[in-house]
């Protein structure tokens, strides 16, 4: 079982920037793809974006595809999400999440993620 720890949440206006970071440990965090996933409050939640576990796959949801860039640092146990251009409609509790074996394709689904981190709010103000 792996460990995830999200950071870097927080109130940004429109426009603005945010870096989500999140932390793992418990497993060989490089040999599991990493994805994160949003909530909005009512709504079910979404996938946002996922990396293989060689780096070497990135994938988007169409919402974010040219704002956010999803990266791993493997030496650090680290996913990272980077925000931009953020707009009202990104405000939810963004997951961090692990893929379920070692190796596999990326799921751009939830169902593809067996280890989940607590969650980071993210607030973005018109």
């Known amino acids: 079982q792996v460990q995830l720890v999200e950071s870097g949440g927080g109130l940004v206006q429109a426009g603005g920037s945010l870096r989500l970071s999140c932390a793992a440990s418990g497993r060989t965090f490089s040999n599991y793809p990493m994805g994160w996933f949003r909530q909005a409050p009512g709504k079910e939640r979404e996938f946002v974006a996922a990396i293989s576990w060689s780096a070497g796959g990135t994938y988007y949801a169409d919402s974010v595809k040219g704002r956010f860039t999803i990266s791993r640092d493997n030496a650090k146990n680290t996913v990272y999400l980077q925000m931009n251009s953020l707009k009202p409609e990104d405000t939810a509790v963004y997951y961090c999440?692990?893929?379920?074996?070692?190796?596999?394709?990326?799921?751009?689904?939830?169902?593809?993620?067996?280890?989940w981190g607590q969650g980071t709010q993210v607030t973005v103000s018109s």
């Open positions: 999440a692990a893929g379920r074996t070692r190796f596999s394709v990326v799921v751009t689904a939830a169902y593809g993620f067996g280890s």
